[in-house]
């Protein structure tokens, strides 16, 4: 809680621009980035699900469980297919026929939640635009997001993670594991991001940050935001 946090020298040792915890190096412009996702707030039309996110096949298991439901937030011409069972999982050779479309940033923000020789699945994107998507009152959003607060759920519980932890990630390169921002080229007109507006990433990004990383290491980090 707010109340309770106190403010942690950052270590001398420490790059200027990382902290340290649990051996992950943490991108510090998570403390001080505003960021918020309103596609009413910031007309965008929820330009970053034009396309499907990654997925492993637990989390195709968890979506087909509640089908039903998130099926009627959608329009009729979507909503038919998608209850014929795990629709919603896209054909590799017809929807990305030139081969592969994932780029490189987002497959390593997602590889090392993957289950060891599980290859990535896509969620299908007609028309350019991912298949949980729909309209309301001239806004785009999403009926997996939308469910999930009727349902009173946890977005963890139901949205993939490739969904929940944009635009952040957490990856590995030659110095270790790190908790950044995505710079993925075809994100970079996003509103959001070129506009930031809201609280810190770290706060209202919490929930992400500890889907990616577990709560004990959420609840150090927060020690180094400043009240």
């Not at 999982?89 to 993957?114: K, N, T, Y």
């Amino acid at each position: 809680m707010m109340a309770s946090r106190r403010r942690k020298p950052i270590p001398e040792d420490t790059e200027d621009e990382y902290l340290q915890i649990e051996g992950i190096r943490v991108d510090k412009k998570i403390l001080t980035t505003p960021y918020t996702c309103d596609p009413l707030l910031y007309g965008c039309q929820s330009q970053c699900c034009y396309r499907g996110c990654i997925l492993n096949q637990a989390e195709i298991d968890k979506i087909i469980l509640h089908l039903p439901r998130i099926a009627s937030y959608l329009p009729a011409e979507k909503r038919g297919a998608l209850l014929a069972g795990d629709s919603f999982v896209a054909d590799c050779a017809s929807q990305c026929p030139q081969g592969c479309e994932i780029h490189g940033v987002e497959w390593e923000a997602m590889r090392l939640h993957f289950p060891e020789g599980e290859s990535p699945h896509c969620l299908s994107y007609p028309n350019h635009m991912c298949l949980f998507a729909y309209e309301k009152k001239g806004v785009r959003l999403c009926s997996l997001h939308a469910y999930a607060l009727e349902a009173g759920m946890d977005l963890v519980e139901i949205k993939p993670l490739d969904c929940i932890q944009y635009p952040l990630y957490l990856g590995e390169d030659e110095e270790g594991r790190i908790l950044g921002i995505q710079g993925t080229p075809y994100l970079s007109h996003i509103p959001c991001l070129n506009d930031p507006r809201g609280e810190p990433m770290v706060l209202s990004l919490g929930y992400a940050i500890e889907a990616l990383s577990g709560r004990s290491f959420y609840q150090k980090l927060l020690r180094f935001f400043p009240e």
